[in-house]
């Protein structure tokens, strides 16, 4: 709050009258990270391409939105969660949406190929929460270039575990 009040040029009471407490801060900011994320998301997901085409987009969507805000990402995931009751709860219900949103696309893709859409809703749960996963070991590391990690992340979910390709050096 300080350094917030300190980049707005005032007083971190004159930052709580207009604000609010911490509390009302914090569910704002997360409401605005979650905001862009399902607007930026849905524009990733609502284009006509071919389907590894619409994964690699979701998930570089995903991971350019921490890129970008990686200290506001952290803080929201991290330390919300462990300092205020009931933030666990918030994020958790955004992921799940999220998940939601990813099924519904998922679904489709598999009804339009002919195939059963039963797989989708937790093929989709567990597409976000790697994703999460990997962009939070990501954002503490950055050991690749965000290109890199889409690509590992998407050979992974679309050609699978071939274990026969990795000892024959197939996998790059």
């Known amino acids: ?6 980049e707005a040029g005032v007083t971190k009471p004159i930052l709580y009258r207009h604000v609010g407490g911490r509390r009302e801060l914090v569910s704002s900011l997360a409401i605005r990270f979650a905001d862009r994320l399902m607007e930026r998301l849905s524009a990733a997901l609502d284009r006509d391409v071919e389907p590894r085409e ?10 350019a939105l921490i890129e970008e805000e990686p200290e506001l990402y952290q ?18 219900e955004f992921v799940d949406e999220v998940a939601r949103r990813v099924a519904v696309v998922i679904g489709e893709q598999l009804r339009r190929a002919g195939a059963d859409s039963g797989p989708a809703e937790p093929w989709a749960f567990g597409l976000v929460g790697m994703v999460q996963a990997a962009g939070d070991w990501w954002v503490d590391r950055r050991t690749m270039p965000r290109a ?21 050096g197939a996998v790059s």
Do not use: C, K, S
């Not at 619409?54 to 991971?63: G, H, Q, R, S, V």
């Not at 590992?152 to 026969?164: F, I, K, N, P, S």
């Open 148 to 168: 890199r990690l889409v690509e590992y992340l998407l050979a992974l979910v679309w050609d699978g575990l071939r274990m026969q390709d990795l000892r024959e």
């Open 75 to 92: 803080f929201l995931t991290r330390r919300v969660p462990a300092e205020q009751r009931g933030a666990h709860e918030v994020l958790t």
């Open 54 to 63: 619409l994964l690699a987009a979701a998930i570089d969507t995903y991971l």
């Open 1 to 6: 709050m300080e350094q917030m009040a300190a």
